[in-house]
């Protein structure tokens, strides 16, 4: 009988019990004790969902209280000297202060930095490496889980992260030198830790090892050999995971690793697995991820079920059948639901009916004929009414798109003749400060957005609200003493969901939770068909709050790359051509903003690097077509409208060309965790724009200091003109609180102004 299991499963519960529960410990609202019942009822859950299904092991390890790569650094006592652990064992707040700055014990201190986890939305928080770093066992958190399981009867597969791409993934501090100088003393702490799993009564353990799908350096690879050698713990099992990418030319050393089994990424590596199986030795395991973790569309089991019987006949019993990677990156179930119309719901399958996806498709290989054949009706007929669907395909959309021209894509006259026409209108002071467009979102601003999609509130005083909020939240900039203003987006539930519901071609869920870093969850839209702008979606808020102000108020938009990105995204067209299709709806909407008198227009590209693909050689596609995009939505407007546009944690070095030659006239960037580290980019290459470096970390909930603040910008004008730099915020403020934001933003100003003062 085939082998199943899951790589991961969500954390956070199916209505983010997660989430919830540890805020409420952040804000000291329920106990540590509570937490940890809180925790261990979401595992026992994920724990009988999994056996429910079929899986022959359930995965243990995947639970973090904020981050799975944290949980790593604190295992293996990567704790920074400034979070001041000195303890046998890494305690709870310490990592929440590692990740967020500030946790109900510990003094406040800056947070470790937080970038994508690989191409996904998913955040991670950066190991921070220092020249001749020791480590040692400091967690028993994966231990502690292991007994849980296997308490409740559950035979555990533990997971770690590979120490290879821990290493990666890492960020050197201090004087540079070769990460890999840290492997010996690393690898011990990896052995110590598979020992106390084989003693555990562990079988299997599953170290993945993502970095495979990169581009690694040659020494890199050879290092990958010699490491899992050193691994070996006899009587344990290791089963080295790679996902997100093939293998490519790293294929024959992962193959040829001293491991008991080897996962592939199907969905996103082509025929790599059947390549693998044909060189994988007896008695290696082959694992094949064929359902995929990063989309929520059903799968073609028929196709797959093509693929398996293929590979089973060269492995036998060798394989075992997967997702394509852990399942964190999909909602929880599709049972909750209930408002979706049949036909879309029907198309659909999210974690728990992935697990039964794997199960159909394990049964079909295992009884075969005329059974598997019964058995994969559903899905064949699924498919087959999402194909003829008369919702999906708009001609008028088509026709639109093949009549783009070359003109539209460029502005009317080149960076330096619109900047002085934008400075002659906008009469700013030297460092302008602005924000990045949010503000906090209330639990009064909630339950207006709740009660009026309930039909409990009507129109005309959800309007009214909302423009009462959007009236304190421009008195309170013009106190702080703001430049250009925002509106606020009390309207908005989220900078993708809020424009996807405006639009045709989308669908929306009600309990869709995904994670995003630590309790910051996200409710992806789901693109089912063509993409069309059927009315304007923020200019009435947009000249409502220019109305209230004669200083220059920002028309706020999410740009199509990131709509793309942080969407589910339909699988039966390239998604280039679904980015084309979002960008002419913006584009109207950007033209619509400028008519109405907005003239600053932010047009959010947070993520623009996250698509970027995994393997150099895929790059320049990919950043042929999103260039493109954001400068068909950009590109419509006159010489005086200045287009902003913002990006979240990114290394730039690799991609700058590309983000110059998006032409916006301002970028703001997330610098604040790397001490400005990321503006060398721009420096390299002389970047010709103006640059807004964020000076303060709004995901801490910690209060900058406005020396701390001058720091940064004045090592900001070392590296860029002062007369090209903005000073603002690293990203939105609607999850901090009003008394942050404001002592926040009093400072910031307080910093541009002594920096004013100096050039006077």
Not at 346 to 351: D, G, H, I
Not at 430 to 440: A, D, K, L, N
Request: glycine share 6%; charged share 25%; hydrophobic share 45%.
């Amino acid at each position: 009988m085939t082998v199943s299991h899951v790589l991961g499963f969500p954390r956070i519960g199916p209505r983010r019990e997660l989430k919830k529960a540890v805020e409420s410990y952040w804000q000291g609202e329920i106990d540590a004790a509570t937490l940890a019942a809180t925790g261990r009822d979401l595992r026992a859950a994920a724990w009988t969902r999994q056996a429910a299904s079929g899986l022959d092991m359930v995965t243990v390890g995947d639970f973090s209280w904020y981050d799975h790569v944290l949980d790593q650094s604190a295992m293996l006592g990567a704790v920074p000297p400034r979070f001041g652990w000195s303890g046998e064992r890494v305690d709870l707040d310490t990592m929440f202060r590692m990740a967020r700055g500030r946790a109900p014990t510990g003094v406040p201190v800056p947070a470790c930095e937080m970038t994508k986890w690989f191409d996904t939305n998913y955040h991670y928080i950066v190991p921070e490496l220092h020249a001749g770093q020791t480590f040692r066992l400091a967690s028993e958190k994966l231990f502690d889980e292991v007994a849980e399981a296997t308490e409740l009867g559950h035979k555990a597969k533990p997971v770690l992260l590979g120490p290879l791409t821990w290493l990666w993934l890492g960020k050197v501090k201090g004087e540079p030198f070769d990460r890999l100088d840290l492997l010996p003393s690393l690898l011990p702490v990896y052995r110590d830790i598979l020992s106390e799993l084989k003693r555990l009564g562990v079988e299997w353990v599953q170290i993945d090892e993502p970095a495979l799908a990169l581009d690694l350096p040659q020494t890199w690879k050879d290092i990958y050999a010699p490491t899992y050698a050193a691994l070996r713990v006899e009587g344990l099992k290791v089963l080295l995971a790679t996902y997100f990418g093939p293998l490519d030319d790293a294929l024959k050393i992962a193959a040829d690793l001293p491991v008991d089994g080897l996962h592939i990424d199907a969905v996103r590596s082509g025929i790599e697995a059947e390549a693998v199986a044909a060189r994988l030795d007896s008695p290696k395991i082959l694992s094949v991820g064929l359902i995929d973790g990063r989309n929520i569309w059903r799968t073609d089991l028929d196709a797959a079920l093509e693929r398996v019987r293929l590979i089973r006949g060269v492995l036998g019993d060798r394989l075992w059948l997967a997702p394509s990677c852990s399942l964190l990156h999909v909602p929880v179930d599709l049972a909750e639901e209930t408002a979706l119309e049949p036909d879309l719901r029907s198309w659909l399958a999210f974690a728990v009916q992935k697990l039964g996806e794997l199960q159909t498709l394990k049964q079909a290989l295992d009884q075969g004929g005329a059974a598997a054949t019964e058995l994969l009706r559903p899905s064949r007929e699924a498919l087959s009414a999402r194909r003829a669907s008369p919702r999906i395909h708009r001609p008028e959309v088509t026709a639109r798109l093949n009549a783009v021209t070359d003109a539209m894509l460029h502005r009317q006259s080149s960076y330096p003749i619109r900047a002085a026409k934008q400075k002659a209108w906008l009469k700013l002071p030297p460092f302008p400060t602005t924000t990045i467009g949010s503000f906090p979102q209330t639990a009064a601003i909630r339950a207006t957005r709740r009660d009026f999609k309930a039909g409990t509130l009507s129109e005309a005083e959800y309007v009214q609200r909302m423009q009462d909020e959007i009236a304190l939240v421009v008195r309170k900039q013009e106190d702080i003493g703001l430049d250009v203003l925002v509106h606020g987006e009390p309207e908005r539930n989220d900078m993708v969901e809020y424009f996807g519901e405006q639009l045709d071609g989308f669908a929306f869920t009600q309990n869709g939770w995904v994670q995003s870093y630590g309790s910051r969850c996200v409710k992806p839209p789901i693109i089912y068909g063509d993409v069309t702008r059927p009315a304007p979606m923020t200019v009435a808020w947009a000249v409502h709050a220019q109305s209230l102000t004669t200083k220059p108020m920002k028309g706020m938009l999410t740009g199509p790359i990131t709509v793309l990105n942080w969407s589910f995204v339909r699988d039966d067209q390239p998604r280039s051509a679904t980015c084309q299709q979002l960008a002419l709806a913006l584009r109207d909407e950007v033209l619509d903003l400028e008519k109405a008198g907005i003239r600053i227009i932010q047009i959010d590209e947070a993520a623009f690097r996250e698509g970027l693909p995994l393997r150099r050689r895929d790059w320049q596609t990919y950043l042929d077509w999103t260039v493109r995009a954001f400068r068909l939505t950009a590109s419509g407007v006159a010489d005086e409208t200045q287009i902003h546009t913002h990006m979240c944690y990114s290394e730039f070095n690799d991609i700058i060309a590309s983000v110059a030659a998006m032409d916006a006239d301002v970028v703001t960037i997330e610098t604040s965790r790397s001490d400005m580290e990321l503006l060398d980019a721009f420096v390299d290459f002389a970047y010709p724009n103006e640059i807004g470096p964020g000076v303060y970390d709004i995901h801490s909930p910690n209060i900058p200091e406005v020396d701390h603040m001058v720091a940064l910008i004045e090592l900001a004008a070392k590296r860029v003109p002062a007369e090209r730099l903005w000073v603002n915020p690293d990203c939105g403020l609607k999850t901090r609180g009003w008394g942050e934001v404001i002592s926040s933003l009093v400072n910031m100003v307080e910093a541009a102004h002594r920096l004013r003062a100096d050039l006077a």
